[in-house]
């Protein structure tokens, strides 16, 4: 297949292609604008194959997409290309509505106009896998529910009203014009190459700094967590294996509270970075709590039985041992941090942190 493939450079989007490269025969086209969150260091194991090639391009461009999709001649595409910090959102919603809702709906549209044109044989191959979210369904206060594939939506912030909209656009694109599409919604990922303004990364990066640990409002505020690995094995099946029209919740079972994953990050750096920054004699003394995100979701927590029953996925990766390979990957891989700790990264953790 000719795989097209939208925010590669990022966090899961660059897991994806690795996984894709190098465990398949595909061609791979990534199409990224390279944001702040793009960054095709992450893709340096893969650049030099012959079936991996880059397209700096933006998704709301009509005309260099539409190109593209004339030149590559896709059999799927995986649209993974979208703003994803909740907490820029807050703050700056306007390119959350253009990439995540304006620019599906103008890939759904360079995909339907193309689609209608292939020949039978390769229209009914054709895939558009929309990759989405768990923060489409809301949160889960007060319950021991999860969330399932018919959980109503109900988004809270405006990142995850943008990802709750393409939803609706992708399933609209199916009804109505019939073009093959399958979604996918995922929890909390973690793992090597995570841009470091998240949770996880920015914790293990501050710690071995020696700055303060920031937690929002008491920590209590739980996320289901999955090795993005193990995520980008489960985009690839559900492409290849999933019913069109299907939506499919992916997630590991590894509810923590986000001072309990601070706690643990803190322990295993006890372990794998004895030697700390001076005038720090336990990592977890640099935790801090810092007012809390507006509007912040309490808890997410997901079934993933159908992709499990009906396409036999299961995570390899516990927390314990996925959070023990994340810490010793940034450990090991200074030079790829302090690459993308320049000035656009500066700014955001400075006016976010210290206002
Ligand atoms: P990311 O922020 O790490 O990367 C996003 C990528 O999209 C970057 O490479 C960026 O350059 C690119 N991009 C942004 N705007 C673009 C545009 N207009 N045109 C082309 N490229 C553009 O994101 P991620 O964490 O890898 O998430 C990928 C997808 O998975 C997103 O759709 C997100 O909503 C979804 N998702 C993420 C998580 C998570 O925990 N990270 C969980 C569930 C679902
Ligand atoms: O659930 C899937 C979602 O997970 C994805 O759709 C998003 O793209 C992805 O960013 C992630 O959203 P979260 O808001 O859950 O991730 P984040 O790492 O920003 O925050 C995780 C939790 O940690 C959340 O409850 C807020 C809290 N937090 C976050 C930061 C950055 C802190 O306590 N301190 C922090 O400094």
Request: glycine share 6%; charged share 20%.
């Amino acid at each position: 297949m000719n795989i097209l493939i939208t925010g590669g450079a990022g966090f899961i989007g660059s897991a994806l292609i690795r996984f894709i490269v190098q465990h398949t025969n595909h061609r791979v086209l990534n199409l990224d604008k390279l944001t702040y969150a793009g960054n095709l260091e992450s893709l340096s194991s893969v650049v030099a194959n012959p079936r991996y090639h880059f397209s700096h391009t933006d998704i709301t461009d009509y005309q260099a997409v539409t190109q593209i999709f004339n030149d590559f001649q896709p059999d799927a595409v995986m649209h993974l290309a979208a703003e994803t910090h909740v907490d820029r959102s807050i703050t700056g919603a306007a390119q959350f509505i253009q990439t995540n809702i304006v620019g599906t709906f103008q890939l759904l549209e360079i995909s339907r106009l193309y689609w209608e044109n292939l020949e039978k044989s390769k229209q009914s191959l054709f895939r558009f896998h929309h990759i989405s979210t768990d923060e489409v369904f809301g949160d889960l206060v007060n319950t021991d529910s999860y969330f399932t594939e018919s959980t109503p939506y109900a988004p809270s912030s405006p990142y995850s009203a943008s990802k709750a909209a393409s939803d609706h656009l992708v399933r609209a694109w199916l009804r109505t014009y019939g073009l093959p599409v399958i979604l996918t919604n995922c929890s909390n990922n973690y793992g090597p190459y995570h841009f470091p303004e998240k949770l996880i990364p920015l914790t293990i990066i501050n710690a071995l700094a020696g700055k303060p640990l920031p937690v929002y409002g008491n920590g209590e505020q739980i996320r289901d967590w999955l090795y993005v690995e193990d995520h980008a094995r489960a985009l690839y099946l559900v492409l290849t294996q999933g019913k069109i029209g299907e939506s499919y919740n992916i997630g590991a079972h590894n509810e923590q509270r986000n001072i309990d994953v601070v706690q643990k990050i803190c322990s295993i750096l006890e372990q794998l970075a004895p030697v700390k920054p001076q005038g720090i004699s336990h990592y977890k003394n640099l935790i801090t709590y810092v007012k809390d995100r507006p509007g912040h979701d309490v808890r997410y927590a997901i079934d993933a039985s159908k992709i499990k029953m009906e396409l036999g996925w299961t995570p390899k990766e516990n927390f314990d041992s996925g959070l023990t390979k994340t810490v010793s990957w940034y450990i090991e891989n200074p030079e790829w941090v302090e690459n993308i700790q320049s000035g656009e990264y500066l700014n955001w953790i400075n006016k976010h942190y210290n206002s």
